[in-house]
């Protein structure tokens, strides 16, 4: 019965063993480089034109944020520096993670906030000649950036 038992549990982990082998995500290595990302979001700086689709804000400084060809974005939320890891997939997928801030104290904190809420909840992007534009997974327009020259 034991016998029975383990060479149940060996079939399992050996079957779990291969899924994971042909899964079509490898896990990289640590310190492994990932590929670069490319494409028209990469590089510009983006500054904030829209919240939603026609509510300009007044921010102490412009939002904007820069993605880089490792992953990493980096900006501002109008009030505090803002730095996280950006994915872009297939079908002008975007997904925003690991996204931090400073703290400073800044009288449109709320609408600071609406800005990182924004870059947390995109789940598409659609550019248009200078304006790079995120969606919401119910295709709801988040808000509009303008790329700076």
Not at 47 to 56: A, C, I, P, Y
């Amino acid at each position: 019965m034991t016998t029975n038992r383990f060479a149940k549990s060996l079939a399992l982990l050996l079957g779990a063993l291969t899924l994971a082998a042909c899964s079509s995500r490898p896990v990289p290595e640590p310190g492994a480089r990932t590929a670069a990302l490319e494409g028209p979001v990469v590089g510009p700086r983006w500054n904030l034109l829209l919240v939603g689709t026609d509510e300009r804000l007044s921010m102490p400084e412009t939002p904007h944020i820069v993605v880089a060809p490792d992953g990493r974005v980096s900006g501002s939320d109008g009030c505090n520096q803002l730095n996280g890891r950006v994915r872009l997939g297939e079908g002008n997928r975007i997904e925003f993670t690991e996204l931090a801030t400073t703290r400073r104290a800044c009288p449109q904190g709320e609408d600071a906030r609406r800005i990182t809420g924004m870059m947390e909840n995109a789940y598409r992007y659609l550019i248009d000649h200078d304006r790079l534009v995120f969606f919401g997974p119910d295709q709801r327009v988040l808000g509009g950036w303008r790329r700076a020259d």
